[in-house]
């Protein structure tokens, strides 16, 4: 039996479309369960509460989360957005649910291991709902109390070997797409120049000293997968430079019907 009501909700699941209702209501009953025994260190019914007061904004048509001011982790001036709720009686799990920004490595390649702790910390210290990953880039951890802040970031960087992401007037994350690790249209190498100016920026990154925030992305191509264009301050878009070189054997082929488009995945499907 569900703590909240939730009509409204309820009908986002019906459409086509996987539904981040289904998702939340799936995160609360394991929580309820809590088959593998996990030590909660904030509310276990943390993402009833988020439902029931995002019914109820539903309901009245206007948002019950306000900005309560800064909280961050200490030598820190980013990397956690604050958020508070103005219902903490009716709803105290999400009283305070503050979002932590993760930095991601370059081109977001990870190990099943390295998912699989994340997601063990964010459980035991957080509401265990993720963003993987904000159009920041970062791996977002979606909604913790302010005294756990401390708690996640010291285990991040000491047992798992990360970092916090930029947030507020600093450098954000620097983002780039897939490029050479996986993409033919890659003009440069994103992610040695992603993770070499992450480096460099270190101290920008994480305590702001600009008026406002600032931001790096890298795309290999034109096509601009992590839309720099877009998104970012500066941005880095790769250019080929040489005279276009068309290989006309290989047209006539596709035009033939030879060489199928897209490898042939469409076929049947059209
Ligand atoms: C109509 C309402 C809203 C609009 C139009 C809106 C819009 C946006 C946009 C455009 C972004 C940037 C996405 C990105 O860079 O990844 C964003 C991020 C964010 N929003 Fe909202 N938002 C809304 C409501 C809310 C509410 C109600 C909350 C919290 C309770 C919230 C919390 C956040 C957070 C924490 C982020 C950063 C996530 C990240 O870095 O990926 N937003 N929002
Ligand atoms: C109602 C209007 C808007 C809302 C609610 C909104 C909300 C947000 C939020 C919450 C974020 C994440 C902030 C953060 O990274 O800390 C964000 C990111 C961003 N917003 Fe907006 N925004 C709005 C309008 C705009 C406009 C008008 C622009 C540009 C002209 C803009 C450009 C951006 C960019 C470039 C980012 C991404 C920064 C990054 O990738 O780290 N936003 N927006
Ligand atoms: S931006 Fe270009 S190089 Fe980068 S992943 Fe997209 S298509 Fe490939």
């Known amino acids: 039996m569900a703590k909240h009501e939730t009509p409204m909700l309820d009908q986002l699941e019906t ?3 996987p539904s981040f209702v289904s998702d939340l209501k799936q ?3 394991s929580r309820a369960k809590n088959e593998n025994n996990i030590e909660y260190q904030i509310p276990q019914d943390v993402v009833e509460d988020l439902i029931g ?3 109820l904004s539903y309901e009245h048509g206007r948002t019950h989360w306000k900005h309560g001011g800064i909280v961050g982790v200490f030598g820190y001036g980013g990397g956690v957005i604050g958020r508070y709720c103005d219902q903490p009686e009716k709803f105290p799990g999400v009283a305070h649910f503050h979002t932590m920004r993760v930095s991601q490595p370059a081109g977001k390649f990870y190990t099943t291991k390295y998912l699989e702790s994340i997601c063990e910390l964010w459980e035991r210290r957080g509401s265990g709902v993720t963003n993987m990953h904000g159009s920041t880039g970062d791996i977002i951890f979606l909604g913790t109390t302010t005294p756990q802040l401390e708690e996640v970031f010291y285990e991040l960087t000491h047992n798992l070997n990360q970092d916090l992401g930029g947030s507020g007037s600093n450098l954000r994350t620097p983002s780039d797409c897939i490029g050479q690790a996986r993409c033919e249209y890659a003009c ?10 992450t480096n ?5 990154l ?14 290999g191509c034109p096509n601009c997968c992590v839309a720099s264009i877009a998104r970012a301050d500066l941005s880095f878009i ?25 490898a042939n995945a469409h076929s049947g499907r059209d």
């Open 188 to 197: 440069f190498d994103t992610q040695a120049l992603c993770h070499d100016l």
């Open 27 to 29: 995160e609360a009953a």
């Open 15 to 17: 459409g086509p479309w």
């Open 238 to 262: 790769g250019t080929w430079r040489d005279d276009i070189r068309i290989d006309q054997e290989a047209v006539q082929a596709y035009i033939g019907g030879e060489i199928m488009p897209n």
């Open 206 to 219: 994480h305590r702001p000293a600009f008026p406002y925030k600032f931001k790096f992305k890298f795309d």
């Open 200 to 204: 460099e920026y270190q101290d920008e």
């Open 53 to 55: 007061i995002m019914e």
